[in-house]
């Protein structure tokens, strides 16, 4: 299952962490998601979905 929202297509972004010293390694950003059941056309179906959908109303729980 990959982590990316089914609603929007948000997924893991990558970039580097940088210690005090400026030593760079590589990480990755997760997106906040969330198991929800939905209404998809009268029906209930459960979805990943991240919080950002969530909280503009893009979905109806």
Do not use: D
Request: positive net charge; hydrophobic residues 35%.
């Amino acid at each position: 299952m990959s982590r990316k929202c089914e609603i929007c297509g948000k997924g893991p972004i990558t970039g580097n962490a940088v210690s005090h010293a400026h030593n760079l390694t590589k990480r990755r950003w997760l997106p906040n998601l969330q198991k929800v059941r939905v209404n998809v056309n009268g029906a209930k179906k459960r979805m990943r979905v991240c919080t950002a959908c969530i909280r503009s109303g893009a979905i109806t729980k």
